[in-house]
């Protein structure tokens, strides 16, 4: 691709026309791009990639006396002990279970929610609902967990009630492998979803007021305006959260679930997340967790990168 | 376009009628959605002064009972809350300003097609979402950059979130019509100008919004007071909060584990509970009001066509 | 230009990061010295989070000066583990690691050389912990490593009980329906059914009571208050509550997972849970719950049958005069079985690494001093109770006693806990000290009368499974953890589910095979190696 003219810089227009355009050779015209970045970089090289030498804990055995880098190499031993463990058919499948209803359920939510505030015409009404909807991102997990408890209680809890008087009778939504997952879902949506809508109502705020106008004149009803108007005003945004979002199958919050576990629930609720945490609890087992940190790292990156393939290919925006 | 123009003249009544029920359904659908959070949002209210045992038996549903502020003067006799509270409105302001600082220019800088290291930047980048040499190295670090137990820690480390940082990008790769550059270029406009009064000026929306996306990090951030500081006086707020949350699951371990302690403090430590979130959460809902007012509608374009 | 000043000032930040700016050092408070002359140490401990600051501690303010020390203290009582493994491995820890296993076994094997072996200290300055370890020969057991060093100094607390689970019966049900004190299984159902189909509590609805009720079993073993206690029934001895399922019987480690003994409770308890004698939330109720509801309403009481520490902990002053310790029962009326219990006596009173001390301490000395006034026994007792004079009176002929709360509407239990480190603290209660205890400790002792003949009867040498005392390498710690993992988290889910559901007559084969394959064997196999080196050295 030949930039166009007006994109450079007019001093430096030169030296590239004549060949292809390299870091190298564009470094003196974008050096002033270099300068708004290099912090950024530096604090990234610093922070995220001085102490990356620790993955290779996950092919050793740590060893204290002789540093991180200095235990007994074992390859993929720990790796094979996680493949091979009792328990890993069951962790796979209540991870992917857990994340991608998750994924998938939780990531339309604030989209709709922000497209119906947007909505909303009744300026007050609008102010105070966006202020509510956020709340509940603050109430911590521990919190969160206590206030499941207790209004879904069957004998106890308010929505408890609300469901024996539709005939839902005895169905103990805290405790049964079938009511897991939703629960988990729901809650996660009812906490998240609010916080997770702010970012789409930005985007819905640099929508031009003359598209607006223009569809008023065309006699567009309220409905064509949210398809053609203000959809496609989201979609950037849309493929790059759901891209990122790709990036977390294999990752579910560790607390929240830990919290809600019973052993009603448990065939259904164990993952990868608490399995870490619980042979952890006696001794620290740094290279098993380690390896298993890295193996779920890997399938998450390998799912972000082929979903960032497929953004790239179809549309205009991705990650890189 | 045009039979719909049509169709809705035959029609202007139906249409009126259209709108209607429209913003009908649209109210509907936003009152159910705000009663469902208001809710629970309100028990978390009233059982932070409501009688323990009463709020887990579910007897407390729509009133207070057996009102008692004990919850919160356990909150408030603890000492540690004040300087707490100090030290997280000073990281929060400062982290989140540096956070900006660093983040917003390095978003423009990627978000310009004709930066030729755009794309190996993006990609190093995105891979730190995912790999992480682990906590030991990290404190290793940290300890060898004498971080520890330094105000420092709480700020720079991580001061670029690389998540913010893809939202903020693909915002100016969007929203900032490409024409702009162009015409600010033909007047021998350099990028930091640009950046800063052009491209900022528009951004206001996704400026508030990372940047409360930083604030409420740093506001929620208990890890790093957890893992890098040792002085009580430098302990951020969330620390001393979830100290007094946590005790409940000291219990929840089966009673006996505490050294037989039965559940004798048990009970107080649950009334405390609810109003840690309330007291944590607070200062921090006072923000949201002053940013709300960069979301609404046709704000970028206003300022610069108008 | 304003953005180009951000832009130096982004450039100022930058390079201030390169040079590792921050400049203030690591907080050099240990290894100093007062203006006074004190010695400065650093200190962790790991409180409960109730426990006020240790500031206003007045012995412990007392005991600083003693010792001569002036103590930085990072009072911590949530995360610890997370921040421990960062600590340990960052090697940075302070002078002192107070806190019940603060630092377990496994991390002195895991990070050696970080922590000092404190037996020389003990010699030379450590005359209180000295004679702890002679009065009381297992606490120096407790405390020797597989390397015959000592990391860690343990506590004796002396005056709790044998077992940390006591049985609860509300007698005023068991009168208003004319029924006796069950003794064995069956007649615990009769009395059960009749809580559940009368109106045992008289306030006119028949359907609020709850027969049963026990303390949610969560997904990593089993804990007190739980009904694995009518194991004992069966004659089977579990120690310190047996979470993980092992127990000792006539010499041989077992695991009631897998036992026949096991199984029948299961079908009892199902047959209870079918036929709505249980609590119907008793799988998915958190502890608080488990706690709120037994305290009825009023002088309404909600349980019929339960466990717990101590009567009025479990159902509040209201209604504790309702209820009564009951013996343990019998599998059935002809069972010739002597009923046993649950046998914590261990547990209850001594604790292991209470208190350690890191290796590059600059100032041994001076933090053995500080650990010796702990073991003071009068200091002991102050870290259990609380201060003289505020919780403590001193009678004045060399006796004390504990005091009641100041505020009368706490109970005495939490007002210990919040004035003093209470349990979490290292401490020596000599067997010599004359010491009356407060009402919650008393009424503890007097209901646990009726497990008495229950727990004489254990025979100590072969039915206990000595936890205290065992130390285990590495390598086999790390094989038995992951196996229990594996293992508890099959196991506890069929626990819930044949509780609620039944089966475990049909599944019980079958289970037995997955069991098997989680390594339980393995660990039956290394506990009963160390166990058998054990017994034949004591």
Redo the contacts between chains.
């Keep these: 691709m030949v930039p166009q003219n007006p994109y450079e810089h007019p001093v430096n227009l030169r030296p590239y026309k004549k060949k292809k355009p390299t870091v190298l050779n564009t470094f003196r015209r974008d050096y002033q791009l270099w300068i708004m970045i290099f912090p950024a970089i530096v604090v990234i090289f610093i922070f995220n990639y001085i102490p990356m030498y620790g993955i290779q804990l996950a092919f050793r055995d740590y060893n204290f006396a002789k540093g991180l880098t200095g235990g007994e190499w074992r390859g993929l031993f720990y790796f094979k002990q996680f493949f091979e463990s009792y328990q890993f058919a069951d962790l796979m499948k209540n991870t992917v279970v857990i994340s991608l209803s998750t994924v998938v359920l939780s990531f339309p939510a604030p989209i709709i929610l922000a497209l119906l505030i947007n909505q909303l015409r009744w300026k007050r009404a609008k102010k105070a609902l966006q202020t509510t909807v956020y709340l509940p991102h603050f109430i911590s997990i521990v919190v969160m967990v206590g206030l499941l408890n207790v209004l879904l209680s069957p004998n106890s809890g308010v929505i408890g009630h609300l469901l024996q008087s539709v005939g839902l009778g005895d169905v103990n939504l805290l405790g049964s492998t079938s009511t897991f997952v939703p629960v988990y879902v729901i809650s996660e949506i009812w906490q998240h979803c609010g916080w997770n809508s702010i970012i789409y109502l930005a985007a819905l705020s640099t929508v031009d007021p003359q598209l607006y106008d223009a569809a008023k004149i065309d006699g567009a009803s309220r409905w064509q305006t949210i398809r053609n108007i203000e959809i496609p005003a989201l979609i950037p945004t849309i493929i790059i959260l759901f891209v990122l979002s790709m990036g977390s199958v294999l990752s579910t919050g560790f607390e929240k679930i830990f919290l809600m576990q019973n052993s009603l629930n448990l065939p259904v609720s164990e993952v990868i997340a608490t399995y870490v945490y619980k042979i952890g609890i006696v001794s620290n087992q740094f290279s098993y967790s380690a390896a298993i940190g890295l193996f779920n790292t890997l399938i998450n990156f390998f799912f972000l990168y082929t979903m960032n393939l497929v953004a790239r290919k179809t549309s205009e925006t991705s990650l890189w | 376009m045009q039979l719909v123009q049509k169709k809705e003249k035959a029609t202007a009544h139906k249409r009126n009628f259209g709108e209607w029920a429209f913003d009908a359904v649209v109210f509907a659908l936003c009152l159910l959605i705000f009663l469902s959070i208001v809710y629970p949002l309100y028990f978390v209210v009233i059982a932070s002064i409501s009688n323990s045992t009463l709020v887990s038996t579910g007897q407390v549903t729509i009133f207070p009972k057996e009102i008692s502020f004990f919850g919160y003067s356990e909150i408030f006799k603890d000492q540690r809350i004040w300087t707490g509270y100090g030290n997280t409105i000073l990281y929060t302001v400062l982290g989140t300003f540096v956070n900006l600082l660093f983040t917003l220019p390095a978003a423009y800088v990627l978000s310009r097609q004709e930066f030729r290291a755009r794309r190996f930047i993006m990609f190093a980048f995105v891979l730190t979402l995912f790999f992480g040499g682990g906590l030991i190295p990290t404190y290793l670090l940290m300890k060898d950059l004498h971080l520890i137990n330094t105000i420092w820690v709480f700020i720079l480390p991580f001061s670029v979130n690389v998540y913010n940082l893809i939202i903020a990008r693909s915002f100016f790769e969007s929203s900032i019509p490409k024409e702009l550059y162009e015409a600010a270029a033909m007047d021998g406009c350099s990028h930091f100008r640009y950046f800063g009064s052009v491209v900022l000026p528009l951004s206001k929306a996704i400026v508030s919004v990372i940047g409360l996306y930083y604030l409420v990090a740093h506001w929620n951030d208990f890890f790093t007071g957890l893992i890098y500081i040792r002085s009580n006086g430098l302990q951020p707020l969330q620390i001393v909060l979830r100290d007094i949350l946590l005790s409940n699951q000291v219990f929840s371990q089966g009673a006996g584990a505490g050294g037989a302690a039965g559940g004798y403090a048990q009970q107080y430590a649950d009334q405390v509970k609810y109003g840690v979130i309330i007291v944590s959460t607070l200062p921090i809902l006072l923000v949201y009001p002053f940013l709300q007012k960069y979301f609404d509608k046709g704000v970028m374009i206003g300022s610069v066509k108008g | ?4 000043l ?2 130096l ?3 100022a ?2 390079a201030g ?2 040079s ?8 050099g408070a240990s290894g100093g010295t007062t203006p006074d002359g004190k010695v400065k140490l ?1 200190a962790i401990m790991t409180k ?3 426990t006020q ?1 240790f500031s206003k501690m007045e012995w412990l303010k007392q005991a600083e000066e003693r010792a001569g020390v002036q103590i ?8 610890w ?3 421990k ?2 600590l ?5 820890i ?1 002078d002192l690691i107070i806190g ?1 296993n603060a630092i ?1 076994d ?2 002195y ?6 922590f000092e072996d404190l037996t020389p200290l003990i010699a030379s300055s450590g005359p209180n912990v000295q004679k702890m370890f002679d009065e009381k020969p297992e606490t120096k057991a407790i405390a020797t490593q597989l390397d015959g060093k000592i990391y860690g100094l343990p506590k004796y607390q002396r005056f ?1 009980p044998d077992t ?2 006591r049985q609860y019966i509300n007698k005023k049900w068991l009168d208003n329906l004319g029924l006796k004190e069950p003794t064995n299984w069956d007649e615990l159902y009769d009395v059960l059914v009749a809580f559940k189909e009368k109106d045992a509590n008289g306030n006119g609805d028949p359907n609020d009571e709850i027969p049963m009720d026990f ?6 073993g089993f ?3 739980m009904p694995t206690m009518l194991l004992g029934s069966e004659g089977l001895t579990m120690t310190d ?1 047996s ?1 993980q399922g092992y127990f000792v019987e006539d010499g041989k480690i077992k695991n009631f997972f897998t036992d026949e003994r096991y199984k029948d409770l299961v079908a009892f308890l199902h047959k209870c849970y079918a036929a709505g004698l249980i609590s ?2 008793v ?7 488990y ?3 037994a ?1 009825g ?1 009023g002088d309404t009481a909600a349980v019929g049958f339960t466990w ?3 009567v009025t ?2 159902v ?1 002053n209201a209604l504790a005069p309702q209820y009564e310790s009951l013996a343990p029962l019998k599998k059935s009326a002809d069972s010739t079985v002597q009923p046993t219990w649950s046998y ?1 006596y261990n ?2 009173n001594y ?1 292991v690494n209470m208190v350690s001390m890191a290796s590059t301490s600059k100032n041994k000395e001076a933090a053995m001093k500080f650990i010796n006034e702990l073991y003071d026994p009068t200091v002991s007792m102050q870290v259990l109770f609380g201060s003289l004079g505020t919780n403590i009176k001193d009678n004045g002929d060399g006796s004390y006693s504990v005091l009641p709360p100041e505020d009368k509407a706490m ?1 005495p ?2 007002w210990k ?2 004035s003093t480190w ?3 603290g290292p401490m020596y209660i000599s067997d010599s000290l004359k010491l009356t205890l407060g009402t ?1 400790m008393q009424s503890v002792g007097s209901q646990t009368e009726p497990l008495k003949a229950a727990l004489d009867g254990i025979d100590k040498k072969k039915d206990v499974l000595p936890t205290m005392f065992i130390k285990y390498s ?1 390598e086999d ?2 094989t ?3 196996n229990n ?2 293992m508890l ?2 196991t ?2 069929k ?3 044949w509780v ?1 559901n039944g089966g475990v007559e049909d599944q019980w084969n079958e289970y037995l095979d997955n069991v098997k ?3 339980i064997e393995k660990n039956v196999e290394i506990i009963q190696k160390y166990y058998d080196d054990y017994m034949s050295k004591n």
Excluded: I
């Design positions: 230009m304003k953005k180009s951000s832009v000032a982004v450039l930040l930058g990061l390169l590792g700016c921050g400049g203030s050092d690591e907080d650093t409960h989070s109730l600051e930085e203290w990072q009072e911590v009582s949530a995360d583990g997370q921040k493994g960062a340990l491995a960052g090697g940075d302070p019940p377990s496994a991390d094997a895991q990070f050696p050389g970080l709790w940390t689970t303390a949610p079993s969560g997904t990593g804990g007190a208050f509550n979470g119907k939330e799988f998915t109720q958190d502890y608080t719950k706690q709120s509801v305290r309403s717990g520490w101590e902990d479990r509040g914590d547990s209850l604790g109970d239990g939490t806990w919040t209470a349990d979490n919650d590495v710690n790390n038995m953890t992951l993992t594996a988290s099959l506890m889910a626990w819930a589910e609620t394959k989680t390594g």
